[in-house]
């Protein structure tokens, strides 16, 4: 079965810093990753995803992620942290082909200090 | 703005009332969802609809009850809930039903409050 483990529930950066956001996958099949982001009041946006094409995934608002199988890692990156990061980040694994379900992480909620 | 469009963004109802969560989305996507989040928790996976049909109902009590009209409208209907159904209820859609490569587009949600 599918699972996804995203390390750190929460995680403080000052404003201008890297930011990376753990996420840890198994998967019985080549997987579809997707990182969303989740500001309070709203739905999910997607970021970005992988869907086997190139392994440096570039998305939006400056954020990036790098697939790799043999650490089985999707972790997300932004080289300098916003105020306007701050929010609820959510990695997912799609399910079985045909299942139309997500497993999603438990969330990383991202601090970012002035 | 996302393309997904949910209405009321915010509910509140008592125990015995009967109420509705209505979802629409213009982009073509045939598969459409209903998710239930609680605070600081992902979302789970509620109901699929796959061309305007229920394709996975995932044990959900049958206080709520999904319906499909076409496939630009989901809605959730509600009935007899508990207080422990307040909770964010988001809906989704995705391009291609069955193709698990294909992004799910989350709505902003309706917040549900129980009383």
């Known amino acids: 079965a599918q699972s996804v483990t995203q390390l750190g529930s929460h995680v403080s950066v000052s404003e201008g810093a890297l930011v990376l956001l753990r996420c840890n996958y198994s998967?019985?099949?080549?997987?579809?990753l997707f990182w969303y982001v989740q500001y309070p009041n709203q739905g999910l946006q997607l970021l970005l995803k992988?869907?086997?094409?190139?392994?440096l995934v570039k998305g939006i608002n400056g954020f990036e992620a790098e697939f790799k199988k043999s650490e089985t890692s999707f972790h997300l990156t932004k080289p300098s942290a916003h105020m306007s990061d701050a929010a609820e980040y959510f990695c997912?694994?799609?399910?079985?082909?045909?299942?139309?379900?997500?497993?999603f992480g438990t969330g990383t909620r991202l601090k970012v200090l002035a | 703005d996302t393309e997904v469009t949910q209405t009321p963004k915010h509910l509140v109802m008592g125990m015995t009332n009967k109420k509705s969560l209505k979802c629409e989305q213009h982009?073509?996507?045939?598969?459409m969802y209903w998710y239930k989040q609680k605070a600081k928790k992902p979302p789970e996976l509620m109901f699929v609809?796959?061309?305007?049909?229920?394709?996975i109902n995932e044990s959900v009590p049958s206080r709520f009850s999904p319906e499909c009209p076409n496939s630009s409208l989901l809605n959730l209907h509600l009935h007899a809930l508990q207080p422990e159904d307040s909770a964010l209820y988001l809906c989704?859609?995705?391009?291609?039903?069955?193709?698990?490569?294909?992004?799910?587009?989350f709505g902003d949600g309706t917040r549900l409050s129980i009383l």
């Open positions: 992988y869907t086997s094409a190139a392994t």
């Open positions: 609809y796959s061309y305007e049909k229920l394709s």
């Open positions: 997912a694994v799609s399910d079985l082909p045909g299942t139309y379900k997500y497993i």
């Open positions: 989704a859609s995705s391009q291609d039903p069955g193709s698990s490569n294909q992004p799910q587009h």
């Open positions: 998967s019985s099949v080549p997987p579809y």
């Open positions: 982009m073509g996507h045939r598969a």
